[in-house]
């Protein structure tokens, strides 16, 4: 069974991320899964961090884990649930053609560290890390766009996740904007 073993602030420059879109239609059988398949097979994150390295370079002076690839979600009571995968850059990183962008202000992230088989339900920790997170005293941004919207995020960071342990357990990152 997954658990939480770290949950701490990160305090993350303003940033773009970039990255391609999905939506509740783009599941398969629950899942993006699929969609990552097919950022390795077609080799996305090679031609993002090549059109990107600049800004993978700049945000890398001010955020430890850049360069982590990242499943980025967002959704509120007027924004339909939005899945994206791709990777954080420097703010004013110019967006490759074939990619879109979000941009996010400086600020703070409550980050907890799921340690886990990605088999015995790693990716089903979201409420968990909300409980964590407010456990831990932080306060969870929703007011991203002008209006009520929630952004979290899984990086999945080398070697934390890229590395099992003895056991086959990987540690994902689980991460919130936080006030």
């Known amino acids: 069974m997954p658990e939480i073993v770290r949950c701490y602030r990160q305090n993350m420059p303003a940033h773009r ?7 509740e239609s783009d599941r398969a059988g629950g899942s993006f899964g699929d969609r990552w398949r097919d950022w390795f097979e077609h080799d ?20 430890e884990d850049n360069g982590a690839y990242l499943g980025f979600m967002r959704c509120g009571p007027a924004l339909p649930f939005e899945y994206w995968i791709g990777l954080f850059a420097a703010a004013d990183t110019p967006v490759p053609e074939g990619f879109e962008s979000l941009d996010c202000p400086a600020g703070e992230m409550g980050v907890c560290w799921i340690h886990g088989k990605e088999s015995d339900g790693l990716y ?14 932080f306060v ?8 009520e ?10 070697p934390r996740f890229t590395e099992a342990d003895g056991d086959g357990n990987v ?6 904007y936080i006030e």
């Open 17 to 23: 991320f970039i990255g391609i879109k999905y939506g």
């Open 44 to 63: 996305r994150f090679g031609a993002l961090e090549t059109a990107i390295a600049g800004g993978l370079e700049k945000l890398g002076e001010t955020y």
């Open 124 to 137: 089903g920790m979201h409420d968990a890390c909300v409980h964590e997170a407010e456990a831990n005293g």
């Open 140 to 147: 969870i941004r929703r007011d991203f766009g002008g209006g």
């Open 149 to 158: 919207e929630y952004r979290f995020f899984e990086r999945y960071a080398c």
């Open 171 to 176: 540690i994902l990152d689980y991460a919130f």
